[in-house]
């Protein structure tokens, strides 16, 4: 078996080919200090092999909807810039079931209110328990968007 160090240094191209992720994306997640890179004699990029988990970490926890802010935390608290070990990713892990379980709920409600209007065919305003009608929304005070949707399906894509 061949032993692999993670301290190995890989360049960009290699980095984003294997994570997935386009190089643009590798250097803002380092201009975020989510992840590290060292330099080459040449002034090339340089990740630790070990960066390949913390970009699977970063994925996932995108994925299941938390805002970079959040996944800096998370990986704040690990020791040393490290990626998270199996302890790590347990606790980790059980707070985002909650954000999960939320996710299904919101989505489950967006799926049984859109359900009359989508099979009729006319996403009918007048059925349709989403529409804000006469802009009732803005003398509720409510948030700006689509405010009758689930507030988690109503977050703010992230501007770059």
């Known amino acids: 078996m061949i032993q692999i160090d993670m301290h190995d240094r890989l360049p960009v191209g290699e980095v984003a080919h294997r994570s997935g992720f386009a190089a643009s994306a590798l250097r803002y997640y380092e201009s975020q200090g989510l992840i590290a890179a060292t330099r080459s004699a040449g002034g090339q990029r340089r990740y630790e092999r ?19 802010e959040e996944i800096r935390a998370e990986l704040d608290r690990l020791p040393d810039g490290r990626t998270p070990n199996r302890a790590d990713w347990e606790r980790i892990s059980h707070h985002w079931r909650g954000r999960l379980d939320e996710q299904i709920k919101a989505l489950q409600r967006l799926r049984d209110g859109l359900e009359n209007c989508i099979g009729c065919g006319c996403l009918s305003l007048k059925t349709c328990a989403f529409s804000n009608p006469d802009d009732q929304a803005a003398e509720d005070d409510r948030a700006p968007g689509a405010a009758y949707l689930p507030p988690l399906l109503r977050k703010p894509h992230p501007v770059r």
Not at 50 to 68: E, H, K, P
């Open 50 to 68: 070990s960066v390949l988990r913390r970009l699977a970490f970063i994925r996932a926890a995108s994925n299941v909807g938390l805002s970079l």
